[in-house]
């Protein structure tokens, strides 16, 4: 230590005979010797505590950190190589009656979270979530603590260990947890995600409550900056200290529908997703169970089509090979040619296409549509009776069968639940016309029925009638299409029908023409050239029973059933006019 120090002074010595050093030079060289000194004090100590390591026993050897576990990694691809059998539980299964028990699950990584020789992990299968917990033990090494710590969210994962009792509020299995022995990555997830799916399923009414603190902070800087009592200081401390409010106000981020459509794959796994397309599942199920059980036979109609199947511009046109096909706007002719091949009664679950530029809330170019037609004896109310019977065992089968789905969506969308009357409530037109008209609204007797008129007859409907679910019969003929059979005791309106939920238009039916020469006749008068829907008419000319039906979209159905606002919510995949992707 000293040599080195009277070398470190000659230098200096010799250094300052040439050229003096500066007060900032001595300073960092006094450094760099006191670090050195420090050096070899800390070599002194280490020697030292090797020589008496080594004069200890084998046994007191300082712990080595576990570099790996025989319980946690990553599994090979599974390529369907083998067939293992092994039984998994669902998460959704996992309560107090499986206590002690061990299970193997296989689940997403919703979030984790690491605390000294502990590690939480929420799993979540589908829309249900249980917490797991890994604790330093035999079967549990630091290694592997810190693995599954690092496993990134939304990996797949197969976790075993044993159920144990517990209260977890944030989880949806709140009576108990998994005391983890072993976690395999089954497929794991990129690290940064273009949305997290826990801010995808943020209650819509902290983002509302958000939005308007915002709003209402907006609106003091704006008054601030007009109140011309204040100075430029005091105008800049008081937007400072607004915008400080501003910023803790934004706790929360919020997922706009564009980017939960351009990743719809992740906005899908929030529970409300998950719950809203469970019911719309329910709804097609109920509709196909009751009409199976009314006589109704299931049918499949095409969808390529030689003729535009509702008339109008709002189709979709495409080259068929030498000449033009168009996507059917319907399954309008082919369920009645249906009932006219002797089925009676025929149902359809399928695609409906319609090339209509309406950018709104209620509108889609691709939607599935619920169909049916039957034929009825005497009246075409026959066909609205079994449409009452079919809507109100749709109602009643969600709230019995469907109640925790639809708690799931009010806990993130709350709506109110749906009121409806047994038998349902059924109004005619001219009964409707005559109702907006005494609450002040101008409208004609045989036009149709605008959306805003529609939303404020659904108000009036509801206060007079306490409901939200109606049918509005005999619209004026002018507003349906040339197959619809006209009122024989006034043609200004038509045995045409509508149905109404939450004060928008679900479905669209009538009386259908089954006349051939009545309904050329009105193809002529509607501008339709017959011979591109001549199989369609020649159907009418070897005996046609009276028939009658309706057209339901089930987007637009599941949508206002559950109060969503916007028909992208209950549409898997939505197609609009500026939307053909994912």
């Given at each position: 230590m000293?040599?080195?120090?009277?070398?470190n002074?000659?230098?200096?010595?010799?250094n300052?005979?040439?050229?003096?050093?500066?007060?900032?030079?001595?300073?960092?060289?006094?450094?760099?010797?006191?670090?050195?000194?420090?050096?070899?004090?800390?070599?002194?100590?280490?020697?030292?505590?090797?020589?008496?390591?080594?004069?200890?026993?084998?046994?007191?050897?300082?712990?080595?950190?576990?570099?790996?576990?025989?319980?946690?990694?990553?599994?090979?691809?599974?390529?369907?190589?083998?067939?293992?059998?092994?039984?998994?539980?669902?998460?959704?299964?996992?309560?107090?009656?499986?206590?002690?028990?061990?299970?193997?699950?296989?689940?997403?990584?919703?979030?984790?979270?690491?605390?000294?020789?502990?590690?939480?992990?929420?799993?979540?299968?589908?829309?249900?979530?249980?917490?797991?917990?890994?604790?330093?033990?035999?079967d549990?090494?630091?290694?592997?603590?810190?693995?599954?710590?690092?496993?990134?969210?939304e990996?797949?994962?197969?976790?075993?260990?044993?159920?144990?009792?517990?209260?977890?509020?944030?989880?949806?299995?709140?009576?108990?947890?998994?005391?983890?022995?072993?976690?395999?990555?089954?497929?794991?997830?990129?690290?940064?995600?273009?949305?997290?799916?826990?801010?995808?399923?943020?209650?819509?009414?902290?983002?509302?409550?958000?939005?308007?603190?915002?709003?209402?902070?907006?609106?003091?800087?704006?008054?601030?900056s007009?109140?011309?009592?204040?100075?430029?200081?005091?105008?800049?401390?008081?937007?400072?200290?607004?915008?400080?409010?501003?910023?803790?106000?934004?706790?929360?981020?919020?997922?706009g529908?564009?980017?939960r459509?351009?990743?719809?794959?992740?906005?899908?796994?929030?529970?409300?997703?998950?719950?809203?397309?469970?019911?719309?599942?329910?709804?097609?199920?109920?509709?196909?169970?009751?009409?199976?059980?009314?006589?109704?036979?299931?049918?499949?109609?095409?969808?390529?089509?030689?003729?535009?199947?509702?008339?109008?511009?709002?189709?979709?046109?495409?080259?068929?090979?030498?000449g033009?096909?168009?996507?059917?706007?319907?399954?309008?002719?082919?369920?009645?040619?249906?009932?006219?091949?002797?089925?009676?009664?025929?149902?359809?679950?399928?695609?409906?296409?319609?090339?209509?530029?309406?950018?709104?809330?209620?509108?889609?170019?691709?939607?599935?549509?619920?169909?049916?037609?039957?034929a009825?004896?005497d009246?075409?109310?026959?066909?609205?009776?079994v449409?009452?019977?079919?809507?109100?065992?749709?109602?009643?089968?969600?709230?019995?069968?469907?109640?925790?789905?639809?708690?799931?969506?009010?806990?993130?969308?709350?709506?109110?639940?749906?009121?409806?009357?047994?038998?349902?409530?059924?109004?005619?037109?001219?009964?409707?016309?005559?109702?907006?008209?005494?609450?002040?609204?101008?409208?004609?007797?045989?036009?149709?029925?605008?959306?805003?008129?529609?939303?404020?007859?659904?108000?009036?409907?509801?206060?007079?009638?306490?409901?939200?679910?109606?049918?509005?019969?005999?619209?004026?003929?002018?507003?349906?299409?040339?197959?619809t059979?006209?009122?024989?005791?006034?043609?200004?309106?038509?045995?045409?029908?509508?149905?109404?939920?939450?004060?928008?238009?679900?479905?669209?039916?009538?009386?259908?023409?089954?006349?051939?020469?009545?309904?050329?006749?009105?193809?002529?008068?509607?501008?339709?050239?017959?011979?591109?829907?001549?199989?369609?008419?020649?159907?009418?000319?070897?005996?046609?029973?009276?028939?009658?039906?309706?057209?339901?979209?089930?987007?637009?159905?599941?949508?206002?059933?559950?109060?969503?606002?916007?028909?992208?919510?209950?549409?898997?995949?939505?197609?609009?006019?500026?939307?053909?992707?994912?």
């Amino acid at each position: 230590m000293s040599e080195s120090n009277n070398n470190n002074n000659n230098n200096t010595s010799e250094n300052a005979g040439e050229k003096p050093l500066s007060k900032k030079e001595l300073a960092k060289l006094a450094k760099k010797e006191k670090k050195a000194a420090y050096k070899v004090k800390d070599a002194e100590a280490a020697a030292a505590a090797s020589s008496s390591s080594s004069s200890s026993s084998s046994s007191s050897a300082p712990a080595v950190e576990e570099e790996s576990s025989t319980n946690c990694g990553d599994l090979p691809m599974i390529r369907s190589a083998e067939k293992k059998a092994r039984t998994f539980t669902e998460v959704e299964k996992l309560d107090e009656s499986l206590q002690g028990q061990r299970v193997l699950i296989r689940a997403r990584v919703h979030n984790s979270r690491a605390k000294g020789n502990l590690c939480f992990v929420v799993l979540r299968q589908m829309s249900a979530t249980v917490q797991a917990v890994l604790e330093k033990s035999s079967d549990v090494n630091k290694f592997m603590l810190k693995f599954v710590a690092a496993i990134p969210k939304e990996s797949i994962v197969e976790v075993e260990g044993t159920v144990r009792p517990a209260k977890v509020d944030l989880c949806t299995q709140k009576t108990v947890e998994i005391s983890v022995s072993s976690v395999w990555v089954v497929s794991r997830s990129v690290t940064v995600l273009p949305l997290l799916p826990e801010d995808a399923a943020r209650p819509q009414a902290i983002l509302d409550d958000q939005e308007a603190t915002i709003k209402s902070i907006d609106s003091s800087i704006e008054a601030v900056s007009l109140d011309t009592a204040l100075d430029a200081k005091q105008k800049q401390a008081k937007t400072d200290e607004l915008l400080k409010q501003k910023a803790a106000a934004q706790k929360y981020v919020v997922v706009g529908q564009e980017v939960r459509l351009d990743n719809r794959v992740l906005d899908l796994r929030t529970p409300a997703n998950q719950a809203i397309f469970r019911v719309q599942s329910a709804v097609c199920q109920l509709w196909r169970d009751l009409l199976i059980q009314e006589g109704f036979v299931e049918i499949h109609s095409p969808k390529i089509i030689g003729a535009a199947s509702e008339g109008g511009a709002s189709v979709f046109k495409l080259q068929y090979f030498e000449g033009n096909a168009y996507l059917a706007q319907s399954p309008q002719f082919y369920k009645q040619m249906a009932v006219c091949g002797d089925f009676e009664k025929v149902f359809e679950i399928g695609s409906v296409f319609r090339a209509e530029n309406a950018n709104t809330h209620r509108h889609m170019t691709e939607f599935m549509g619920l169909d049916m037609e039957m034929a009825f004896k005497d009246h075409y109310h026959e066909v609205l009776d079994v449409l009452d019977k079919l809507f109100v065992n749709i109602f009643e089968g969600l709230e019995k069968k469907y109640a925790r789905e639809l708690e799931v969506v009010d806990q993130q969308y709350p709506f109110a639940p749906l009121q409806y009357l047994k038998p349902t409530l059924r109004l005619t037109f001219p009964e409707a016309v005559a109702l907006l008209r005494a609450h002040g609204t101008v409208i004609d007797d045989l036009c149709d029925l605008s959306t805003p008129q529609e939303k404020e007859l659904g108000r009036l409907v509801k206060e007079k009638y306490k409901t939200d679910f109606y049918i509005l019969d005999k619209f004026p003929s002018c507003a349906r299409p040339f197959y619809t059979m006209k009122d024989p005791l006034d043609e200004r309106y038509a045995n045409a029908y509508d149905i109404f939920l939450r004060g928008e238009e679900i479905s669209s039916g009538a009386q259908r023409i089954h006349d051939a020469d009545m309904l050329l006749s009105n193809a002529k008068a509607h501008g339709i050239d017959p011979a591109t829907i001549q199989p369609y008419i020649d159907a009418f000319k070897y005996g046609a029973p009276p028939h009658a039906g309706c057209g339901v979209g089930l987007e637009r159905f599941v949508m206002l059933y559950l109060g969503l606002h916007n028909i992208r919510k209950t549409s898997l995949f939505p197609r609009d006019p500026k939307r053909v992707q994912p």
